[in-house]
């Protein structure tokens, strides 16, 4: 019989089933769903959660074992649904890491509409997809147990340092696997040689290790032994005759005076190892509970993220883009909020970079589409939005792979407008590194009539080459330049080369972040004649979007 794991780690419990539990129980209250994760190998083979309101009996876990079991047997099965009544049971594969077994999530909800054909599905694959990055963090329990029996048993001050080696999987797709095990073994040598005897080593899965020292008390000699440690790690290595090199990512966490468990210690040592991973890696950070009370955040919201959807949380507030020279209306830009139940409205700053690559805001994208291209022709029924041009903001990491531009043709298509009045704004500093893919896609949309736009020009990678290489019309220049011209030669000057550029190119030029009368005196003087920003009005909802464009449409006519 298998017992439903507890969200809390009890005394020699292993980590990495209580990580998972603590997790899928997040999840399975967002979703109002059970959940039950089987991966046969783990020190728990079992992880079962669901709201507490709705529990799961042992034998109703013991069933789903046993249909995971089955399901697992054949290979070649990578997604199923059953359909049991009013009951609709999603399974999807996971594989935490490398060296496990392939495993089984199910995804159980009752009372679910037969007709809603996606939603379950789309639930059970970004739970499986966010599985291992629950799991990476963990070390094998084995190790781990050693570490904290030994850190348990020594005196005074200690500091973690979770180490992890950047960008493996690329030198496993070079040299292969057996060579890619052979550089983390000699790698794991020189970390524990690096550690001494005051030192204690533990072997994540994948390419991370975990390491106490008690020799080390205060951040200083943590900074000069991180320091360290990475110079380690990078010395080149002779392998199958070639000689490699790889660095290294280093969260480090001190204790001085042994006010915390070592539990404790290590977790705040890999939150900023993921800190450091995130920020491009080989670089070493020391713990920050801001930081890492950030992420956590961001994370919390990620998994929350589907049932803002499903409870109609998300909201859309639109910025009104002037003529400078007039003052007329011309444009909105559609900004996606958050009403969120505990932390009040949200921007899409807070909660959009950590989830625009999951399924659920693939779903979200959608949402966003539809909602503005609703509202965009309620305006025009109204008859004030017969010149208005809506822009949309689209995650580019979604727009490969067609579901997007799929979207948007259902959009125009159902509300009866054309596309010569929707604008997509891409953000220049998430672009795709694969810009063909994107490019094959914008064609799509100007064959539809749609304009796209650069979002945060000049903030990005590549900035000019997107010019080159994307059918865009239209270069919105970012607020830290638009904001700074008329204090700061420089931003005067890239604004007046922006602008250049764009004439020459023949793009649209729109100036974002206008906070003053002189930036605006300004830009009509470089020839910009069209702006936004909270000086002249800023994000608000519809109805007042609706009443400004209502008194321009009687003061014209």
Not at 282 to 296: E, F, H, I, K, P
Not at 340 to 360: C, I, K, M, W, Y
Not at 381 to 405: C, S
Request: with cysteine; net charge negative; aromatic share 4%.
């Amino acid at each position: 019989m298998v017992t439903p794991l507890t969200p809390r780690v009890a005394e020699g419990e292993s980590e990495g089933p209580a990580a998972l539990s603590r997790f899928l129980t997040s999840l399975a209250h967002s979703l109002g769903a059970r959940l039950v994760c089987f991966i046969p190998g783990r020190p728990e083979d079992h992880t079962a959660c669901s709201r507490a309101d709705r529990p799961l009996t042992d034998e109703a876990i013991e069933a789903m074992e046993a249909v995971a079991r089955t399901w697992l047997a054949d290979p070649h099965r990578a997604t199923e649904r059953m359909v049991v009544g009013d009951t609709i049971v999603d399974i999807t594969d996971v594989r935490p890491s490398a060296g496990d077994q392939r495993g089984a999530l199910l995804l159980v909800r009752s009372g679910v509409e037969r007709s809603d054909p996606v939603t379950a599905a789309a639930e059970a694959e970004l739970a499986a997809a966010l599985i291992p990055a629950v799991l990476a963090d963990v070390p094998s329990a084995a190790d781990y147990h050693a570490l904290v029996d030994w850190a348990a048993e020594q005196r005074g001050g200690r500091t973690a340092f979770a180490v992890s080696l950047d960008r493996l999987a690329t030198m496993n797709e070079v040299l292969g696997q057996q060579a890619g095990d052979t550089i983390l073994k000699r790698v794991e040598q020189r970390v524990e040689e690096w550690a001494g005897p005051r030192g204690r080593v533990a072997r994540s899965d994948g390419a991370r290790f975990l390491v106490v020292r008690t020799d080390i008390v205060d951040t200083a000699t943590a900074t000069d032994e991180a320091n360290r440690l990475m110079a380690l790690i990078a010395s080149p290595l002779e392998v199958d005759g070639l000689v490699v090199s790889r660095s290294a990512s280093v969260g480090v966490a001190t204790d001085p005076n042994a006010t915390v468990s070592t539990e404790t210690l290590v977790r705040q040592a890999l939150h900023t190892n993921a800190l450091v991973r995130h920020g491009g890696g080989d670089g070493m950070q020391l713990y920050d509970d801001a930081a890492a009370s950030g992420r956590l955040t961001r994370l919390q919201l990620e998994l929350e993220l589907h049932g803002a959807l499903a409870n109609r949380q998300l909201l859309m507030h639109y910025q009104p883009e002037f003529d400078l020279r007039t003052g007329r209306i011309r444009a909105v830009e559609a900004l996606l909020r958050w009403q969120h139940p505990d932390r009040g409205l949200l921007g899409a700053e807070n909660f959009v970079p950590d989830s625009e690559q999951t399924h659920t805001f693939a779903a979200v994208q959608q949402w966003v589409i539809d909602e503005t291209c609703n509202q965009l022709a309620a305006w025009q029924k109204a008859g004030i939005a017969d010149e208005l041009m809506m822009r949309v903001n689209v995650a580019a990491p979604q727009v490969p792979g067609r579901r997007v531009t799929a979207a948007l043709a259902s959009a125009l298509d159902r509300y009866g407008l054309h596309g010569t009045q929707l604008c997509v704004e891409l953000t220049e500093r998430r672009m795709p590194a694969r810009s063909e893919l994107l490019s094959a896609e914008l064609e799509v949309w100007r064959e539809l009539g749609i304009t796209v736009a650069i979002d945060d020009f000049g903030t990005g990678e590549g900035t000019l080459s997107h010019l080159l290489d994307l059918p865009i019309d239209i270069v919105k220049l970012d607020q830290s330049f638009v904001g700074g011209m008329t204090k700061d030669p420089r931003a005067a000057a890239i604004v007046r080369s922006v602008l250049s550029l764009s004439r020459v190119l023949g793009l649209e030029v729109v100036a974002e972040g206008i906070s003053t009368p002189e930036v605006i005196d300004a830009l009509l003087e470089l020839g910009c004649d069209r702006g936004q920003g909270n000086y002249l009005a800023e994000a608000m909802p519809a109805e007042e979007v609706e009443a400004a464009l209502r008194a321009q449409h009687d003061q014209h006519y």
